[in-house]
């Protein structure tokens, strides 16, 4: 968690403020250049950036491709902003203009007479939050809707959330930022977010999915047994299943009884026991064939050998 308050007159200075925050840009004063004095109340949370900006003067803001997620929520006045080869768009209090990470990003015209609340989402953080409540990595990028009501249902609720965040920008005590509120506010926010605004994945979101039945589980056994001695990954293998990591997780435990890793491991066991009846004593040694599956430790090795077979794997390998 990081915490910055920032005030200067200078636009180069204040480019500077946005660029360490934010993105790099080029800020330019469009009118009444004596009115202009930047005032940042920027938080971060381990994925996700809020400032509460204001400029005092009309300004625009050039940021080129974003990289991430983020919502602009003007206050006090109108924003006029586009992305790629989009057409402008106005943005007035009541709403929030939503960008994409890709496509050259502008705004426009920002007024002086009012403030922005921004927020900035690491565009991992996002996806990865797709998968985690839907059970299932996105197949396409995930592209909201370029607006966002705040004044109606969810996005009316999301933006009391984030205001809440902004009024504890300002306070002394911040409770919000403490290490035990922090991380499920920011898991709050991205959520909100997502069954906020509009986008391909919103409905899933609101079903969310039926228990797997076994077609994922059998392809993933299919895939462990396949190649037991493969360093997989329980992300490499929901891969090979075709769901998400949890998911996955979630029916190892109800079809097969133990997680994907447990089973990997169990199988892995099962080939060194038949290895080593099959070795010649001589020739070979435990810790060789241990090794060969993946067996680093070999204390722990026995330990697991031995609650499976009932004797230490040398006894195997000598009988």
């Not at 924003?79 to 496509?103: D, K």
């Not at 403030?115 to 996002?126: E, H, P, S």
């Not at 977010?193 to 994922?216: I, T």
């Not at 462990?224 to 992300?235: Q, V």
């Amino acid at each position: 968690m990081d915490r910055t308050s920032f005030r200067t007159g200078d636009v180069g200075e204040a480019m500077q403020a946005i660029q360490d925050a934010f993105y790099t840009n080029r800020l330019d004063v469009l009118a009444r250049p004596e009115r202009f004095g930047a005032a940042f109340e920027v938080l971060e949370l381990d994925g996700i950036t809020l400032g509460d900006l204001v400029c005092g003067a009309d300004v625009s803001v050039r940021c080129g491709e974003l990289g991430a997620y983020h919502v602009n929520i003007p206050v006090g006045g109108p924003m006029a902003w586009h992305q790629a080869s989009r057409p402008e768009q106005i943005t007035a209090p009541g709403s929030a203009a939503l960008f994409q990470p890709v496509g050259s990003t502008s705004v426009d015209r920002w007024a002086g007479d009012g403030r922005i609340i921004a927020l900035k989402i690491d565009r991992r953080l996002l996806e990865s939050r797709i998968e985690e409540l839907t059970g299932r990595p996105p197949r396409t990028p995930v592209v909201l809707d370029r607006e966002l009501d705040l004044t109606t249902g969810r996005g009316r609720a999301w933006a009391r959330l984030v205001r809440s965040l902004v009024a504890d920008l300002h306070d002394d005590a911040r409770l919000l930022t403490h290490p035990l509120v922090a991380a499920p506010l920011r898991d709050a926010v991205v959520n909100g977010l997502l069954l906020a605004a509009g986008h391909r994945y919103r409905d899933q979101l609101d079903d969310p999915a039926r228990p797997l039945g076994p077609a994922p589980v059998k392809r993933a056994v299919e895939a462990l047994r396949a190649r037991p001695d493969h360093p997989f990954t329980t992300m490499e293998l929901a891969a090979e299943a075709g769901v998400g990591a949890r998911r996955l997780q979630e029916a190892f435990g109800r079809y097969v009884g133990m997680p994907p890793m447990a089973y990997l491991r169990a199988l892995r066991l099962e080939r060194v026991h038949e290895d080593l009846r099959a070795a010649d004593p001589g020739s070979t040694t435990v810790s060789a064939i241990a090794h060969s599956w993946g067996f680093g430790h070999l204390g722990r090795f026995a330990e697991q050998y031995r609650a499976r077979y009932g004797c230490a794997p040398s006894v195997t390998l000598r009988s």
